[in-house]
């Protein structure tokens, strides 16, 4: 059976920092390219990072940019989301997401491309 579980969300002032981890099981993490998505009330869920299968590759969306990283560690079958600078618009649900991809170092942006979601962890800002 195949897990994703995010946790690290929370309540966080502006300007604080916050690290969501997402720990997978049941199926060969390395193989696997990984995503953050995140979702406000009365939005569509939407792209935040992006990592292909070895963490060599990421992807952002612009406005997280600079203050939000992705890591992938393949040894303890996790990914993370360190996000810094946090503002009230950061404020989501966030899920993390996992592709099959073991051929090549791709990454992916769009949500349809992903085969497995996690439940979300709540991150909310305060101003």
């Known amino acids: 059976q195949v897990r994703l579980v995010e946790s690290g969300g929370g309540l966080v002032r502006a300007g604080g920092s916050a690290t969501l981890s997402c720990v997978v099981s049941?199926?060969?993490?390395?193989?696997?390219?990984m995503g953050w998505f995140r979702q406000a009330p009365g939005k569509e869920r939407e792209f935040v990072a992006a990592?292909?299968?070895?963490?060599?590759?990421?992807y952002y969306r612009e406005s997280v940019k600079g203050r939000f990283t992705i890591s992938k560690d393949n040894a303890k079958n996790t990914v993370y989301l360190q996000m810094n600078s946090l503002k009230p618009e950061d404020t989501a649900v966030y899920y993390c997401?996992?592709?099959?991809?073991?051929?090549?170092?791709?990454?992916?942006?769009?949500?349809?491309?992903?085969?497995?979601w996690g439940q979300g962890t709540q991150v909310t800002v305060s101003s």
């Open positions: 997401a996992a592709r099959d991809e073991r051929f090549s170092e791709r990454y992916y942006s769009d949500l349809h491309e992903y085969d497995y």
């Open positions: 990592s292909s299968r070895s963490g060599t590759n990421t």
């Open positions: 049941g199926l060969p993490f390395s193989n696997y390219a």
